[in-house]
């Protein structure tokens, strides 16, 4: 196995089993915790320190932050990886339909594409948020309209190159439908770059959502999530009680890392294949 081939393979190990440690652990919150996420402690214990009953301390509110933590990843996680999905899906359907059959439909597919691509990502997260309002669903819909035309763009290329090919020219001239020919032979190998990129968007997917209820347009307290937990905690850190918003950014910094290196080794396995 060549050295490219090895480093690849480690980093999608390494990231898959962060990943896996980080799914099982949300997973398995109740197992885990005695505590519910938006449980107060009855004996008034705000922001007590890590022990005892509260392994990782208790907020302002007098919540257990472990058991915030591992339920919060449960939103954090749903909600990225399915804002993802929904940008692939969105954004591969665009990005064929415009390569394939190109002319004016491809014109105009693209120049919407290079209308959300002209703002800063977060700055067009935040104002599709802003304008859809806070929830799951309306966070999941305003990530994936921000990412879709990316993977819109990917697909685009990649249609147009295999649209000529001669496997397709076959399937067309053999009677194949174009709705077939579509399905069968031009998406399956146009998104293979969207395999690639699609899991380290679901790391930026994450620091979105985050940045999104750090500022108050995301997930509303008192429910759990990591980025409204860092800050509702942020405060804390300068009297010196980290432990209300420094598990929770570590938590976001795993989950990032773990997408980014499973992206990466992708990324060198594709760019192996190619070569």
Known sequence: MH???????????????????????????PLLT???????????????????AHLFGTDVNGMDVWSRLLYAGRVDLGIA?????????LGSILGVVAGYFGGW????LMRLTDIFQAFPTFILALAVAALLGSG??????AIALVNAPAYARLVRAEVRTIRDLTYVDAARTSGASTIGLLWRHVLP????????????NCGWAMLTLAGLSFL?????????????????GTGDVVAGRWWTSVPPGI???????????LGEGLQERADRVRR
Do not use: K, Q, Y
């Open 105 to 108: 439909l491809d014109d105009v």
């Open 81 to 89: 990886v399915a804002a993802v999905a929904a940008a692939v899906v």
């Open 34 to 52: 005695s505590w519910g996420p938006n449980e107060i402690d009855p004996a008034g214990a705000t922001i007590a320190a890590p022990g005892g």
């Open 216 to 232: 108050g347009l995301g997930i509303p307290v008192p429910d759990a999530e990591w980025g409204a937990m860092i800050s509702l």
């Open 3 to 29: 050295r490219e081939a090895r480093f690849g393979t480690v980093l999608v190990a390494t990231g898959a089993g962060i990943l896996a440690v980080v799914i099982a652990a949300v997973l398995l919150g």
């Open 189 to 200: 190998n146009s998104i293979t770059p969207v395999r690639v990129i699609a899991p380290l």
């Open 136 to 141: 799951p669903v309306n966070l999941a819909v």
């Open 251 to 261: 938590a976001l910094l795993v989950c990032v890392l773990g997408f980014s290196l």
